[in-house]
């Protein structure tokens, strides 16, 4: 668990940390170390060919193995020395004391996709979006499953050992899970609580995922005793059945793609297909929307939220094309298939998210690259909006939305395309700061490791957490 420092002491450190950053800022300028000079944002580099901003270079690398050498990569979390990294085949513990070196350290082969990946004390959460013949990990294929025997939602693991994880439960949840939200409870309350995201694309009933799917499962996980672990509310979010869709590119509302919580301030964005959704989680098992919002121009697919460390502001991001299609190029341009830039204005049941820019790399892609907006987090600048992404295989960007109106890209990495000839999917999955370093989880490729060095984000290297979950915000000043 984080500690919390007396309102003194953090103080001080706060104090301390802004006299380090003004040294830091006065000391330290860009560091090159790009393996090929960064080129005009319209030149697509070669296959594989890595190019970067001079102030972000690579530091490590650790290709894909064993069971999940041929599998998609997706989302992790990170606790302590070591690092959960999510795959259709399973999940990889890696061992990150030295982020410049890092090692797997376990492999758990449980198939299921997308096994995003959440944790909260020694307990491991794993989802599951694709309908299996039962709830163990054996590498049963969904399609010979009848539909009553057929099973998704929610794995859990005891990492109290990180070298040999332990499967302890499952709870299924309808329409699966195709992400998770780790919610932590309230007042010191023994329980923690899972906001389960699913939908339906098919547009007609599916067996575990019967129209109209306008809700959530939340799961209540007694620490413990995680053996207890079960569905405790189903959440009706969109009571008149959400956005209905709009030109092809449009996603209609038949549930959430993904949750961010921002515990501390009893509040919650959710990115739901057609959907901007502001909640209010006071009570932790009744969610309450407070306001939603629309983009029937540019938005496709409301995929995944970010707050402010202040939570003043949410970036959206928009999947266009769901992940697989390239939309980094000039016939789409440089609003669809990018990040949203919201205030949050007002206080109580009056809060609304007012639209401000949206914001897109600059750089052109291949055609046969898929890449669009995917998941980042904050990087801890007091101050200042900073934030890392992942754009699949257009690289990962560094941005600072500190003024909301007009973001601005500050560094970026990335490898050229799989292929120049045929479409292949690829790239970076979720890009997040932990402790000094981006961490990228790449579909196809394995783990990249980098190191930002620049001055406006130096001081964030002295911030440091024992538990991330990209999904979890809490206030990195008290970190």
Same mark, same amino acid.
């Given at each position: 668990m984080k500690h919390t420092a007396p309102q003194g002491r953090q103080l001080k450190r706060l104090a301390a940390l802004s006299v380090v950053a003004v040294v830091v800022g006065?000391?330290?300028a860009p560091?090159?170390?790009?393996?090929?000079?960064?080129a005009s944002p319209n030149v697509i580099p070669g296959v594989d060919e890595i190019v970067s901003s001079p102030n972000l270079k690579q530091v490590a690398h650790l290709p894909k193995t064993g069971p999940f050498a041929n599998s998609t990569n997706s989302d992790w979390a990170f606790k302590g020395k070591y690092a959960y990294g999510g795959n259709y085949n399973g999940f990889t513990?890696?061992?990150i004391s030295n982020p410049k070196a890092p090692a797997v350290a376990a492999q758990v082969l449980c198939p299921g996709s997308q096994n995003d990946v959440s944790i909260s004390g020694n307990l491991l959460f794993l989802a599951t979006d694709s309908q299996r013949t039962n709830d163990t990990c054996e590498n049963a294929g969904s399609t010979t499953a009848t539909p009553g025997d057929r099973w998704e939602g929610i794995k859990i693991f005891d990492i109290s050992n990180p070298l040999t994880p332990q499967y302890l439960k499952s709870v299924k949840t309808d329409c699966g899970s195709h992400t998770l939200t780790l919610v932590?409870?309230?007042?010191?309350?023994?329980?923690?609580y899972i906001y389960v995201s699913s939908y339906n694309l098919a547009g007609v009933d599916l067996p575990n995922c019967a129209l109209p799917h306008d809700k959530i499962s939340i799961i209540k996980v007694p620490t413990r005793n995680p053996q207890a672990a079960a569905v405790v509310a189903t959440p009706v979010v969109f009571p008149d059945g959400g956005y209905p869709g709009g030109t092809e590119d449009q996603s209609p509302t038949t549930g959430c793609h993904d949750i961010t919580v921002y515990a501390e301030k009893d509040v919650a964005a959710g990115a739901c297909m057609g959907d901007g959704v502001l909640f209010d989680i006071s009570k932790r098992t009744a969610p309450r929307v407070v306001t939603t919002v629309r983009d029937t121009v540019n938005f496709s697919f409301w995929h995944s939220a970010?707050?402010?460390?202040?939570?003043?502001?949410v970036v959206f991001t928009d999947e266009l094309g769901g992940g697989g299609a390239a939309t980094c190029n000039p016939?789409?341009?440089?609003?669809? +298939?990018?990040d949203a830039i919201y205030? =949050? !204005? +007002?206080?109580?049941?009056?809060?609304? =998210? !007012?639209?401000?820019?949206?914001?897109?790399i600059p750089r052109t892609n291949a055609n046969t690259e898929n890449c669009v907006a995917h998941n980042g987090s904050l990087i801890?600048?007091?101050?200042?909006?900073?934030?890392?992404q992942a754009w699949y295989q257009g690289g990962i960007s560094v941005w600072d939305f500190t003024d909301s109106r007009r973001p601005k890209e500050i560094a970026y990495w990335e490898r050229g395309p799989i292929s120049l000839t045929d479409p292949v999917g690829g790239g970076s999955w979720s890009a997040y700061w932990y402790n000094g370093y981006i961490f990228s989880n790449d579909i196809a490729k394995g783990i990249d490791v980098l190191e930002l060095k620049d001055r406006r984000t130096a001081v964030a290297r002295h911030f440091r957490t024992d538990l991330f979950n990209a999904q979890t915000q809490d206030n990195f000043l008290r970190w």
């Open positions: 006065l000391l330290t560091a090159s170390g790009a393996a090929t000079p960064p513990v890696y061992d932590p409870g309230k007042r010191r309350e023994p329980n923690v970010t707050f402010n460390n202040s939570g003043t502001k016939e789409v341009g440089p609003e669809k +298939g990018a205030d =949050l !204005v +007002g206080k109580g049941n009056k809060r609304k =998210l !007012v639209f401000r820019s949206y914001f897109k801890p600048v007091p101050g200042r909006d900073i934030m890392v």
